[in-house]
């Protein structure tokens, strides 16, 4: 059982710096796979020494072991939870020897670190990882928006060519650098599935409804089948906007035992809340004076907006408004801002991160209710943002062709280490986290979609 600790006061003593909380129920919890591969405090994690005798109460070491952690009583060289140490350090009790991937493996072309046992271990340049490019679905137009189903074994694409596919998640454990990609595996199509393009789609958390939205005004809903990964039944057509629907995420009403869905775009400029099981919409949420260009839910009764006003909105269905308004600024000498063309939260609901049509990004903590930094890891819009499924690494995708990695540990008000990790011919329009998996996926104007991910060492 975990034992946690109230909140002490924000801000006591800087600098700040970051740490996740765990994650809802229906997010991947598991930070192992992803220390795996990338933190480089684990690289050589050995077994623990045996501990002193009668030197602590047990009780003491189980409660300090099962704390968790907010923004200001983290040290920076803080480097997880107790609870990814045990993880991490059975793993390397069975596999000594196996090495451990680090954000400065894909930052610098040769890394030299020293080791807990006080050994220098030097790497080449030509045992640097990098992601490669598993799978790419090809359409005949931009694929615009993909989206992993939760239990992560499919993924659904949707394009301009108003085509919806649903496509099966290959198994990756023989994945070599000098892998050949290779189209996936389609198991449903639907050719116009829309009147017009396919600009954004999203799951239930549980996977039993996909919901997609397009810029013929629409919404459809569906109910679809993990068995036979098809859709099944009537679907359902939402017809309330009187714009291009740009974005859709679900919300669990607990209290009902339903889900109810979320989506914006142009025209009015309102945010539409539908409850699914009536196919009914029954709040439009007024407020943002443009476009609602993304919006996101990272559990619970809240989720937020970002809009081409420039602004960002916290929303709240139990008090039915707007319950915070932030205007991020993108250019911190001037204090103006730029359209806000994505939005995300880490899940502890600590963190927000936004993206603009200015390539900027601005990192915002929302219990201190201060922006942290504004950073620029494009030369473009950025259109996308998500965290990595344990929220140490931020995925952005942007105008530029290019998807970036940029690594949250530590200390948020410094300089963030990003690199460049992936690549299309054209515009990169979305980047998707696998929900149990260090890959992802990528859409672009190239008219591909395209799955990336890390080989095994």
């Given at each position: 059982?975990m034992?946690?600790?109230?909140?002490?006061?924000?801000y006591s003593?800087?600098?700040l710096?970051?740490a996740?909380?765990?994650?809802?129920?229906?997010?991947?919890?598991?930070?192992?796979?992803e220390y795996f591969?990338?933190?480089?405090?684990?690289r050589?994690?050995?077994?623990?020494?045996?501990p002193?005798?009668?030197a602590r109460?047990p009780?003491?070491?189980?409660?300090?072991s099962h704390?968790s952690?907010?923004?200001?009583t983290?040290?920076?060289?803080?480097?997880s939870d107790?609870?990814?140490?045990?993880?991490e350090v059975k793993?390397s009790?069975?596999s000594?020897h196996?090495?451990?991937r680090?954000?400065?493996?894909?930052?610098e072309?040769?890394?030299?670190?020293?080791?807990?046992?006080?050994?220098?271990?030097?790497?080449p340049?030509e045992?640097?990882p990098r992601?490669?490019?598993v799978t790419?679905?090809?359409?005949?137009?931009?694929?615009?928006?993909?989206?992993?189903h939760p239990?992560?074994n499919?993924?659904?694409?949707?394009?301009?060519?108003k085509t919806l596919?649903?496509?099966?998640?290959?198994?990756?454990?023989d994945?070599?650098?000098?892998?050949?990609?290779?189209?996936?595996?389609?198991l449903?199509?639907?050719?116009?599935?829309?009147?017009?393009s396919?600009?954004?789609?999203a799951?239930?958390p549980?996977?039993?409804?996909?919901a997609?939205?397009?810029n013929?005004?629409?919404?459809?809903?569906?109910?679809?089948?993990?068995e036979?990964?098809?859709?099944?039944g009537q679907?359902?057509?939402l017809?309330?906007h009187?714009?291009t629907?740009?974005?859709?995420?679900?919300?669990?009403d607990?209290?009902?035992?339903?889900?109810?869905?979320?989506s914006g775009?142009?025209g009015?400029?309102k945010?539409?809340?539908?409850?699914c099981?009536?196919g009914q919409?029954?709040?439009?949420?007024?407020?943002?004076?443009g476009?609602v260009?993304s919006?996101?839910?990272?559990?619970?009764?809240?989720?937020?907006?970002?809009?081409?006003?420039?602004?960002?909105r916290?929303?709240?269905l139990?008090?039915?408004?707007?319950?915070?308004?932030?205007?991020?600024?993108t250019n911190?000498?001037?204090?103006?801002g730029?359209a806000v063309a994505?939005v995300?939260v880490?899940?502890?609901?600590?963190?927000?991160?936004?993206?603009?049509?200015?390539?900027?990004?601005v990192?915002?903590?929302i219990?201190g209710g201060?922006?942290?930094q504004c950073?620029?890891?494009?030369?473009?819009d950025v259109r996308?943002i998500?965290?990595s499924?344990?929220?140490?690494?931020?995925l952005t995708?942007g105008?530029?062709n290019?998807?970036v990695?940029?690594?949250?540990?530590?200390?948020?008000?410094?300089?963030?280490?990003?690199?460049?990790v992936?690549?299309?011919?054209?515009k990169v329009i979305?980047?998707?986290?696998?929900p149990?998996?260090?890959?992802?996926l990528?859409?672009?104007?190239d008219?591909?979609?395209t799955?990336?991910?890390?080989?095994?060492i």
């Amino acid at each position: 059982m975990m034992l946690r600790r109230p909140w002490p006061p924000l801000y006591s003593a800087p600098p700040l710096t970051y740490a996740p909380l765990p994650a809802p129920d229906y997010y991947y919890n598991n930070k192992g796979r992803e220390y795996f591969l990338l933190a480089p405090y684990f690289r050589d994690a050995l077994p623990p020494p045996p501990p002193p005798t009668g030197a602590r109460c047990p009780c003491a070491c189980l409660m300090r072991s099962h704390r968790s952690r907010s923004l200001d009583t983290i040290t920076s060289d803080a480097f997880s939870d107790p609870e990814d140490v045990v993880y991490e350090v059975k793993k390397s009790a069975r596999s000594l020897h196996h090495k451990r991937r680090s954000m400065e493996d894909l930052l610098e072309p040769q890394v030299t670190r020293k080791s807990r046992a006080g050994r220098v271990q030097a790497e080449p340049a030509e045992n640097r990882p990098r992601f490669v490019a598993v799978t790419t679905l090809e359409d005949v137009q931009a694929v615009r928006c993909a989206e992993f189903h939760p239990h992560g074994n499919i993924y659904a694409v949707g394009s301009n060519s108003k085509t919806l596919r649903i496509c099966s998640y290959p198994k990756l454990s023989d994945l070599r650098e000098e892998h050949q990609t290779y189209q996936p595996t389609v198991l449903y199509k639907r050719t116009r599935h829309h009147k017009g393009s396919i600009y954004c789609m999203a799951w239930t958390p549980i996977g039993d409804l996909i919901a997609t939205g397009s810029n013929d005004k629409t919404v459809k809903l569906m109910r679809f089948n993990s068995e036979t990964s098809n859709l099944e039944g009537q679907e359902i057509e939402l017809t309330m906007h009187d714009g291009t629907v740009r974005d859709v995420c679900f919300l669990e009403d607990t209290s009902n035992k339903s889900s109810l869905l979320i989506s914006g775009g142009a025209g009015d400029c309102k945010i539409y809340v539908t409850d699914c099981a009536t196919g009914q919409a029954y709040q439009a949420l007024s407020g943002h004076s443009g476009h609602v260009l993304s919006l996101f839910n990272w559990g619970g009764a809240m989720f937020v907006s970002g809009s081409q006003d420039r602004t960002v909105r916290f929303w709240d269905l139990r008090t039915r408004g707007c319950v915070n308004l932030i205007t991020p600024a993108t250019n911190p000498a001037s204090r103006v801002g730029s359209a806000v063309a994505a939005v995300c939260v880490d899940p502890s609901g600590r963190l927000l991160v936004s993206g603009h049509e200015d390539s900027a990004c601005v990192l915002f903590d929302i219990r201190g209710g201060r922006s942290l930094q504004c950073f620029k890891p494009h030369s473009a819009d950025v259109r996308s943002i998500r965290f990595s499924p344990s929220a140490y690494y931020l995925l952005t995708a942007g105008y530029d062709n290019k998807l970036v990695l940029t690594d949250l540990q530590g200390d948020l008000t410094t300089p963030l280490p990003s690199v460049v990790v992936a690549q299309h011919q054209d515009k990169v329009i979305s980047g998707r986290w696998h929900p149990n998996e260090f890959s992802f996926l990528s859409t672009s104007a190239d008219k591909t979609a395209t799955l990336w991910a890390l080989p095994p060492i």
